[in-house]
């Protein structure tokens, strides 16, 4: 498992281009046949994945967790961005089609991983937190969430957000989750900015053709940094910095967040023009 330890606004304001990469960029991501994870200090997220190809894939057990096995004290939210798959956690089974999303909770011992086909393998993102109750495991369909659909034409940030497990969905214990489609055309995804001091987030980019790219945006909103992302990567964002992108094309991201509190709506505003 890789590991990331928190850095501090003072200490992000020097980094170069290379030092943000390492500190914030994920790109060990969507391997075939077996799992990949990145531990980050904030907030103990674990952002992985997985795709099944050829074979079912067991979720493994990793020394620094220091646990009987994964999700002794953790949740997982699954999210699937490839080809239909079939996850089975201890006793249930889930099928999970492209963008439908699994919750799993915790104190289950057994979770295996399975594409429907070989040639169209299912790719399944992985954002696991620390978790004090068990809350049941279930599968959240991308049709049962019903989009908001949020920003205009006129500023190329036209895009509709699927929420999945937050606390008016279904429950968790401080694992909050969903994804955002941007529109043909738009290119803007959480453009106004915001903070939320209370939350780390993650988030993944998905569906992004293979010769474009997102600017994502990062830092204090008057101390802004911004790191180039491809195709099915990921960044973390400190609970302290703004997240928004700026594509070449359109695409889609999936959000993770997890700290203090579970409310969506809980966001300090930036207003554009105080960005820097
Ligand atoms: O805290 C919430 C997250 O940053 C995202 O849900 C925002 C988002 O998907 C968007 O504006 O497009
Ligand atoms: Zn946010």
Same mark, same amino acid.
């Given at each position: 498992m890789n590991q990331r330890y928190a850095n501090s606004p003072q200490e992000v304001a020097k980094m170069n281009t290379e030092e943000i990469?390492?500190?914030?960029?994920?790109?060990?991501?969507?391997?075939?046949?077996?799992?990949?994870?990145? @531990?980050?200090?904030?907030?103990?997220?674990?952002? !992985?994945?997985? *795709?099944?190809?050829?074979?079912?894939?067991?979720?493994?057990?990793?020394?620094?967790?220091?646990?009987? @096995?994964?999700?002794?004290?953790?949740?997982?939210?699954?999210?699937?961005?490839? !080809?239909?798959?079939?996850? *089975?956690?201890?006793d249930e089974s889930f099928k999970i089609n492209k963008l439908d999303a699994v919750y799993v909770g915790m104190g289950t011992k057994s979770i295996t991983f399975k594409s429907v086909s070989q040639d169209d393998p299912a790719k399944l993102y992985l954002f696991s937190?620390?978790?004090?109750?068990? @809350?049941?495991?279930?599968?959240?369909?991308?049709?049962?969430?019903?989009? *908001?659909?949020?920003g205009s034409k006129e500023t190329a940030n036209e895009r509709s957000i699927y929420k999945y497990i937050y606390l008016q969905g279904k429950r968790s214990c401080q694992l909050v989750m969903g994804l955002t489609l941007l529109h043909p055309g738009s290119v803007w995804n959480t453009m106004p900015s915001h903070t939320h001091d209370r939350r780390m987030e993650a988030y993944f980019y998905f569906d992004l053709p293979s010769d474009q790219v997102v600017f994502h945006y990062m830092g204090q909103p008057q101390e802004t940094r911004h790191l180039v992302v491809q195709n099915d990567q990921a960044i973390l964002s400190p609970p302290w910095s703004i997240h928004s992108g700026c594509g070449t094309s359109n695409y889609g991201f999936i959000w993770a967040m997890a700290g203090e509190n579970q409310d969506y709506a809980d966001m300090d505003p930036v207003l554009v023009k105080d960005l820097r």
């Open positions: 990469r390492n500190n914030f960029l994920i790109e060990d991501l969507m391997w075939h046949d077996k799992f990949s994870f990145t @531990y980050s200090h904030y907030d103990r997220a674990i952002v !992985g994945s997985v *795709v099944p190809a050829s074979k079912i894939l067991e979720l493994p057990n990793f020394d620094n967790l220091r646990s009987e @096995y994964f999700l002794e004290r953790r949740e997982l939210g699954i999210i699937n961005v490839g !080809g239909p798959g079939e996850i *089975v956690a201890d937190t620390p978790a004090h109750q068990s @809350y049941p495991s279930a599968l959240i369909k991308k049709e049962e969430a019903a989009p *908001v659909n949020i």
